[in-house]
């Protein structure tokens, strides 16, 4: 017998003895086998599935739309005139920079391939990565750059970035390659290369004069991880929302999500009704106020609601010029004592926002804590326990102006001083902009204030009046206002005493010899301890001369269908960085076994 036919033979026999063992059983033994054998069959699929799942792994698909409400028309989406927040939101998305930020808010690269410092702190070199292409397939070169930046420095453009190009060379070496060269080293200058670049062949026909007519400050072309595919516009020609479409060829890669929409709205209120009602996927720079909103979420829709300081920090400043009683320092240092800080952030801020007795934001404080010496710690434990905590703080601020003299005005029940002069009366205005969180605060320091001792009148304007009318002119005694600071500090505009006046944004009117000295050599020092170090004593010297009354830095709130998957949040500069990350975030889903993700990557 040949091997085939034995190994048939064998089968036959052993299907026979099968067959003998089923027939030898009784029907409730043949059912029993059979139950016993479904158990064994459903048991083993189900732990198949179960290591199978456990196995696959969820990974991001392309596809899905993100639809996002924000407040404001857009008028120059534009990275060299962009002033609006939905300016700044949508050219944040059409526009790519040499560098740009990650998930932690570390600066990385963009459009550049690598970059170098010269020795003496003053000439950047950038390469730019060779593959790199704008929305409508033209290449991006060191060209594109240079002409960006010279017309970011051209004082006929009327760039709200001029100053961070004034007396800045560019020069393009090769296609490729480029320079910046400064006059003297400036630590934040890296931070200015996150400007969005223009197409030069787009953009070069057009004089200064011509810059801000152009059809392509509202449709524009960049390089960045979105594009324009159509606005839509109401019967007067007005956008009612932006169509972007995921950029394919972008430098960090395409983006998952595949459509972006803007819906523009009069106010962020309205774009919060629409979010409730689920028409929108998110609404980001919401006031703390509009949050109990969220529990008429109608559907199915769960909401994450995002936050992270801004970097910024809010304070009241003096300006002793037009009221100099601000010139006493008794004066100042009673008003600091009796604000009510934690009120500020608990009552009106509803806890998005951490309380400030420095003038550095909290997330540099933060820093600086981690990396310097313990003396750090104990000052800033210390200056938490003072003021804003102490029930007495109204009795204290009035001891510290009886101390130096002033006496209560029983009739009016305001304190004067009395001098060789003139009587001075404890009497001044209190202004800022009409911001409902902003007025808020103004009115409880106003009634903290006069019950001290002090007589407040309040004054609101419209933000351009302030700005224009205002701040720019200095013609305010006490002003409710925000610093808006960078990742790298530089304080040199807003306490040097070359800055007092308008373009200068010392509004404090702040002079002093040694600070100047401090905030002169952060700018160009190199070594990072060095650097907290100075931070650190600039904001002791600020602090004891009570120079203004540090409040709070505030939140950015960004409320988000959980829909939309990898949102990361960094402290924020401005509030388009939210998007810093968007080409990472996803919608749709895949789920594979991990070999499988590793061969896609």
């Known amino acids: ?37 479904v158990i064994v069959v459903v048991s083993g699929t189900a732990l198949l599935y179960r290591l199978d799942e456990g196995a696959r792994v969820e990974t991001p698909r392309s596809g899905g739309v993100h639809r996002e409400g924000i407040a404001g028309t857009p008028r120059f989406v534009n990275p060299l005139l962009a002033i609006s927040e939905a300016d700044k ?32 702190g003053r000439i950047y070199t950038f390469t730019l990565r060779e593959d790199l292409v704008f929305h409508d397939g033209t290449p991006v070169t060191s ?48 931070e200015n290369t996150t400007l969005g670049i223009l197409p030069k062949h787009i953009w ?7 810059f801000q007519f152009s059809q392509f400050n509202m449709t524009p072309v960049g390089a960045g991880p979105y594009k324009v595919e159509q606005v839509v516009r109401d019967r007067s020609g007005i956008p009612e929302q932006y169509e972007l479409s995921a950029f394919e060829e972008y430098a960090l890669g395409a983006p998952h999500i595949a459509t972006f929409v803007f819906v523009l709205y009069d106010t962020l209120q309205e774009a919060m009704e629409e979010y409730v009602s689920g028409n929108l996927d998110a609404v980001g720079g919401i006031s703390p106020s509009y949050l109990p909103m969220l529990q008429e979420v109608e559907g199915e829709v769960d909401t994450a609601v995002y936050r992270t300081p801004l970097l910024r920090t809010f304070g009241v400043f003096f300006n002793h010029n037009k009221q100099p009683l601000f010139l006493r320092d008794e004066v100042r240092h009673a008003l600091d004592v009796a604000t009510p800080r934690h009120a500020l952030v608990g009552e009106i801020l509803k806890g998005y926002g951490t309380v400030l007795e420095s003038p550095l934001p909290a997330h540099t404080q933060s820093v600086i804590q981690s990396r310097s010496t313990s003396s750090v710690e104990t000052v800033s434990d210390d200056s938490q326990s003072t003021n804003t905590a102490d029930p007495n703080s109204i009795a204290r601020a009035q001891a510290i102006l009886e101390d130096a003299g002033w006496t209560r005005n029983e009739g009016a029940d305001v304190y004067e001083l009395e001098t060789d002069e003139e009587t001075v009366r404890l009497s001044f205005a209190l202004s800022t902009v009409n911001v409902p969180e ?23 304007y419209d933000q351009l009046d302030l700005v224009q009318s205002v701040i720019r002119p200095r013609r305010f005694e006490a002003l409710l206002f925000g610093m808006i600071h960078g990742h790298e500090l530089d304080l040199y505009a ?15 009117q702040y002079a002093d010899i040694e600070t100047d000295a401090i ?40 409320v988000v269908s959980k829909n939309i998957n990898n949102v990361a949040l960094h402290p ?23 070999f499988v993700r590793d061969i896609l990557d």
């Open 494 to 508: 807003f306490w040097h005493s070359s800055q007092r006046n308008d373009p200068g944004r010392n509004v404090a």
């Open 1 to 37: 017998m040949d091997q085939t036919t034995y190994t048939q033979h064998a089968r036959e026999k052993r299907g026979s003895y099968l067959t003998d063992m089923l027939l030898d059983l009784s029907p409730f033994e043949r059912l029993l086998a059979f139950i016993l054998l």
């Open 519 to 558: 905030l002169e050599q952060l700018r160009t020092e190199q070594d990072l301890q060095t650097r907290l170090e100075l931070y650190e004593e600039f904001a002791t010297r600020v602090s004891d001369q009570h120079a203004a009354i540090f409040l709070y830095t505030p939140d950015y709130i960004y």
């Open 204 to 210: 070069n026909e057009l004089s200064p004069e011509e």
């Open 572 to 594: 924020l500069a401005g509030r388009e960085e939210r998007f810093d990350v968007v080409h990472t975030w996803y919608v749709d889903t895949n789920e594979l076994w991990p």
């Open 438 to 460: 902003l007025v808020a605060a103004v009115e409880l320091l106003a009634e903290r204030w006069r019950s001290v001792g002090a007589e407040v009148d309040i004054q609101v």
């Open 89 to 120: 939101d949508l050219a944040t998305l059409v526009y790519a920079g040499l560098m740009t930020r990650d998930a932690q808010g570390t600066l990385v690269p963009e459009l550049t391939q690598s970059y170098s410092l010269s020795e003496d």
């Open 143 to 190: 060209e594109d750059v240079v002409f960006t930046v010279e017309l970011a420095a051209n004082a006929a453009v009327k760039s709200p970035v001029l100053a961070n190009w004034t007396n800045v060379a560019v020069e393009a070496l090769d296609t490729y390659t480029l320079t910046f060269t400064l006059p003297e080293p400036y630590m934040p200058f890296l």
